[in-house]
């Protein structure tokens, strides 16, 4: 079973870009992470956040956190933004295109934020100057959801059926990533005893077991 690292990006002193009615980048990827959070709990995979809070992480910890835990994969996830505020659109960043899987998550993730929120689907790109993307061990890249700088993006990224949409189809694509199939949970056996009554005479009670043997009741038994 493999390790998974999510890094929610920004957060604490550092709110990310800022869309037009002031919704922070740092506050809209925390809630994609939460959303997600809930959907891994389905299935058998070791991951870890390197922040599930409101807090400030530096790009230096963020990769020392991943390279520590031995993560499998690396996902980080941010909001874009432009002077241009025309601009929509989803993109993720790799350091390369060596992992044919990453290649295939990116691409698919892609394909899915566009869908939901109807918008360009700017594909996959490559960066060997991001910091997480390049201080990182394992095969990593980095999704850029929206740019928060459109002000109808921004208002889909305050819309909570829109981000658990968000969050569903990153998760479900890191389920493929991952060869990922949901836990099913089995539920225990509840069992309740029924006493049908106390007897004096043992041969009363012998009696009452044989007729409610004879009724269906095969595991009645004296006590």
């Keep these: 079973m493999g390790k998974l ?11 990310g870009s800022i869309g037009p009615s002031k919704v922070c980048e740092a506050d809209v990827v925390l809630s994609i992470g939460e959303e997600i959070e809930k959907n891994l709990n389905g299935y058998d995979l070791e991951y870890k956040f390197t922040r599930i809070s409101d807090k400030f992480i530096s790009l230096t910890q963020r990769a020392s956190i991943a390279n520590i835990f031995g993560a499998s994969y690396f996902v980080s996830i941010h909001i874009n933004s432009t002077t241009d505020k025309s601009v929509r659109g989803v993109e993720v ?12 998550f990116s691409k698919c993730v892609c394909d899915d934020i566009s869908k939901v929120l109807n918008i360009r689907n700017r594909g996959v790109k490559y960066n060997k100057n ?20 459109n002000i109808d993006a921004e208002r889909d990224l305050k819309d909570s059926a829109k981000i658990k949409e968000i969050a569903k189809v990153i998760t479900d694509n890191l389920a493929h990533l991952y060869d990922l199939q949901k836990v099913k949970k089995v539920e225990e056996d ?7 009554g106390a007897f004096r005479d043992k041969n009363n009670a012998i009696n009452q077991v044989k007729e409610a043997k004879s009724k269906g009741f095969r595991d009645a038994y004296i006590i």
Excluded at 93 to 104: F, G, P, T
Aim: aromatic letters at 10%; a negative charge; charged letters at 20%.
């Design 5 to 15: 690292i999510i890094d929610l990006g920004h957060g604490g002193q550092d709110p």
């Design 190 to 196: 509840i069992l309740y005893k029924v006493c049908i």
């Design 93 to 104: 960043w790799q350091y390369d295109a060596d992992s044919k899987r990453l290649n295939n």
């Design 130 to 149: 991001f910091a997480v993307l390049k201080n990182t061990k394992m095969p990593a890249c980095l999704i850029e959801v929206d740019f928060i700088s």
